[in-house]
């Protein structure tokens, strides 16, 4: 009886040192590190803020083609129903194109996607523009491709003043 009453002594006092070490930030709770809850509750601040990296923040959908259409209505002249069926054909095709990329295949099944996906889309539009437009959305989207190049401009600038 007396070893049985030794045993149970011991179990208490040892969960008693255990609570004890877990208020201070010793034990398992989660509590954080005890002695930087004495230096003004760092441990406590730091237990709030997520441990993950952080993600870049995903650009609006309507932002995006926002962006878009700011460049594209002048320059295409276009009127109020040709830039509200465009600016419903870039959101559905970004969204979609969304979608490409967070599935799960190869990169290679991912670029034929979304280079079908272009293809579409730019039909789709070029069917809602008169042929002067057109002729324009075609020089805009070779800009996009081709962007002239500063550096060589640069060098030709300064290749013709060298030559003078």
Known sequence: MKTLFKIVYILILMLSFST???????GGNGMGN????????????????????????EIPVEVTVGQIMERLKPDLG?????EVAISNILTQSIKTQTAIIKQEISQ???????QTLSEITDSKIKQLLSQSQKE???IIQEEAKNPPKKKKKKKEEKEEKESN
């Open 20 to 26: 004890a070490n877990a208020q201070f930030g010793f």
């Open 108 to 114: 290679d099944s991912k670029i034929k996607e979304i």
């Open 34 to 57: 005890g002695r930087m809850n004495q230096m003004g509750g760092m441990g406590r601040m730091n237990q709030q803020q997520p441990m993950t990296p952080d993600k870049p923040k």
């Open 78 to 82: 276009l009127d109020a129903l040709q």
């Open 136 to 138: 324009k959305y075609k």
